[in-house]
């Protein structure tokens, strides 16, 4: 098959991860034939610098004419790095809004699974931990407080800012069907998360989560606020099989989420929308304190690589492939820094590795 990627590296460690992500697929295209043709993409803080703005029409035309678009991660230190004094649309960060939005990706999905090769780096009890946890966040990306009206503004001599959080009832509900959708392939549970107790926009997503419910009469569901669900997520992640929520929630919980499967450099993701193009990213940032020292842990960028082949190019087998030298190599007892077993926990059998030889040790593998 011939595949047309589009890549965007970004800034921090997001050229380091990505390098990794196509070595991975290099094997793949070597050894099920499939031609992987990328074009390169500015966007972030790289784009900022060369061009003025963090994402260009032509960034955008090029996102769109290929079949998915791997991407490493963008933005800088938000306290240190020049390109925070930007006003906010120029900021890396405003890049990747657009980019959702100009591409109708609303649908992010972020699987946070636990290898029971990593129960040492969870920092859960063992009774917690029991046997490991398989979740799926399903995060609406493309409505809530990111894209709604804001501004700073001096009221009566008093600086002022409002960041405002609408939905409306069809962005609800396509969220709400693909979480529903999702749980009929898994195990049939939805946990939507909101904060219904005090927001409008919450008891509307309520109101329409329990109306796409009844189409879905296998699917157990429940609604849970978000301040407990972020204890729970704690307190016992095996009760969540698809967690569905609203953009700035989902954003929140699924970092959570990350650190419970060990690192957030574990984390995939995948964003959607209702065609086969998706972008596929690592949930975690551009890691500015480990940019440049080769530590980074490649696998949330090489388990999104692994999503692109299953969802936009319908790949299973390769996929799988990907995924399972990845449990393999963790098997064999290799370990990026931010996935070593905690304080007190064995280290017998593990070797500590860098960034670039992780993706040497999952090609190999695939
Ligand atoms: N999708 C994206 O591109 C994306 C996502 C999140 C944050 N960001 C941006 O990244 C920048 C830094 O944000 P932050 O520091 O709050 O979050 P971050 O996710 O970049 O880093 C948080 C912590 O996790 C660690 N970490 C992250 N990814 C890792 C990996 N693959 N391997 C090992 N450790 C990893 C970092 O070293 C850091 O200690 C900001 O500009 C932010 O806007 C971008
Ligand atoms: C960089 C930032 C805009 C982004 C978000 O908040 O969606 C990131 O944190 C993520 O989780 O993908
Ligand atoms: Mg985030």
Known sequence: MDCKIGVISGDGIGPEIVTEAKKVLEQIGNKYG???????????GCSIDATGVPL??????????????????????????PWYKLAPELRPEAGLLKLRKSLNLFANLRPAYLYKELKAACPLR??????????????????????????????????????????????????AKRGFDIAMKRRKKVTSVDKANVLDSSRLWRKIVEEVAKDYPEVSYEHML???????????PKQFDVILTENMFGDILSDEASMVTGSIGMLSSASLNDTKFGLYEPSGGSAPDIAGKGIANPIATILSAAMMLRYTFDLDK???????????????????IDIMPQAGESKEGITQVKTAEMGDLIAARV
């Open 126 to 175: 063992d009774d917690i931990i029991g046997d490991g946890f398989d979740m799926m966040i399903m995060r609406e990306l493309t409505g809530g407080l990111y894209f709604g009206e804001r501004r700073t503004e001096e009221i009566d001599g008093v600086m002022t800012a409002m960041d405002s959080l609408t939905y409306n009832e069809n962005e609800i509900r396509r969220i």
């Open 56 to 81: 260009t029409d032509e960034a955008i035309e090029a996102a769109k004419a290929s079949d998915a678009v791997l991407m490493g991660s963008i933005g800088g230190n938000t306290s240190t790095s």
């Open 318 to 336: 390769e996929a799988d492939a990907i995924e399972q030298a990845v449990k393999q190599v963790l098997k064999e007892g290799y370990r990026t």
């Open 34 to 44: 499939h031609k992987f043709q990328y074009t390169e993409i500015l966007m972030g």
């Open 226 to 236: 978000v301040d407990n669900c972020a204890m729970q997520l704690v307190k016992d």
